[in-house]
């Protein structure tokens, strides 16, 4: 009876042991989150007043930034932070897309450098958030099966991952679910930070079937992500 007892005490400390590796692991990949979205907020500011030298009557635009990194500065939680994000980073791209028509600002070498700053930025954002969900599933698995269910009781709570909330990729899962022809047109610079697209292609939906005109290697591979997913 008392080796029956040692094994289940052990395989208990074992099985909350293993529980709070990943609730850890689940700490450091937000925190990891947290670093990008400090960053991107620190590099806005400049941003705006380089294109304020070009463009100051874009003063909606310009404001709409601006606020939105507020609202990105005053979030507390995990999920009202991602929330902000998404409304920074449509505000953001939205600068970036009033930029188009300023030829000059275009050519600043600081204007230059932050685009190439802010794509990098939201670029590892994106895989920080893909990791943070990552170990998001494993951390709930590792709660809600047997018999991690009966170890977790409810100490440990069941944690959120993020998802994308892009209008695109919006447009593109309204058409999966309907099932019907979607015709969707945008900048894949706008939609997907790639610096070195410059064109706009037109996507056709039918049938969950995709179709690209011209098909860039990049795009192509994230659209098909986001249909798979």
Known sequence: IIVIVALLAFAWISISNGIVRAANKCDNAWQTIETQLQRRNDLIPNLVETVKGYAAHESGTLEAVTAARGAMSSATTPEAKMEASGQLTRALRGLLAVAEAYPDLKANTNFQQLQADLTDTENRISYARQSYNDVVMDYNN?????????????????????????????????????????????????????????????????????????????????????LKD
Request: proline content about 5%.
């Open 142 to 226: 590792a709660i809600q099966t047997f018999p991690g269910n009966i170890v977790a009781g409810s100490k440990f709570k069941t944690r959120q991952g993020f998802e994308v909330t892009d209008a695109s990729e919006e447009m593109i899962a309204e058409a999966k679910r309907n099932n019907r022809s979607a015709k969707l047109h945008f900048s894949v610079r706008d939609m997907f930070y790639l610096p070195y697209a410059d064109k706009s292609f037109d996507v056709v939906i039918v049938s969950n079937a995709l179709h690209i005109v011209p098909q860039p290697e990049k795009a192509l591979q994230e659209i098909k992500r986001v």
